[in-house]
């Protein structure tokens, strides 16, 4: 039985406004960088220091649809609206207007419906106040 989980990371571009992948994440002496594909070739990787991105961890679960739960994202569980963070010391569902779940205890029963970056208006919508990073 396998128990580890797969560590992966995306990242949020703060000049081009995309969410990519994350391929390698480098620490310099006060520089954190990353690298991540911008075509299909397999050698063809673009690298970003750390004042250019919003890195955000893959939390190892997935929603009802199957699809990755990362951090940032926005996430509907029993009608409600919550964004998953990562909070003392693991990954939970923070609704904005105040109160916290741990992820674990309801990824089987959440869906993913966007993320801050690329979907504020999720949030907007309802009166919620957006994280800012």
């Known amino acids: 039985m396998n128990n580890r989980r797969e560590i992966k990371f995306r ?3 703060k000049p081009t406004k995309e969410m990519v992948e994350v391929r390698d994440i480098s620490f310099y002496t006060h520089q954190t960088f990353i690298s991540y ?3 299909k070739d397999e050698s063809c990787y673009k690298v970003e220091k750390e004042s250019n991105f919003i890195l955000m961890q893959y939390t190892g679960l997935k929603d ?3 699809k990755e739960i990362y951090e940032s994202d926005i996430i509907t569980y029993c009608d409600k609206l919550y964004v998953v963070d ?3 010391s693991g990954f939970y569902l923070h609704n904005p207007k105040g109160g916290f ?3 674990a205890e309801c990824d089987w029963c959440c869906e993913v419906i966007g993320n801050i970056y690329e979907n504020p208006e999720l ?3 309802t009166n919620e ?3 800012t990073n």
Request: aromatic share 14%; proline share 0%.
């Open 129 to 131: 106040v957006i994280r």
């Open 37 to 39: 594909k911008v075509c």
């Open 86 to 88: 990562y909070i003392f």
């Open 11 to 13: 990242a949020w571009l």
């Open 101 to 103: 779940i741990e992820l």
């Open 123 to 125: 949030l907007r919508a």
């Open 64 to 66: 009802i649809n199957n």
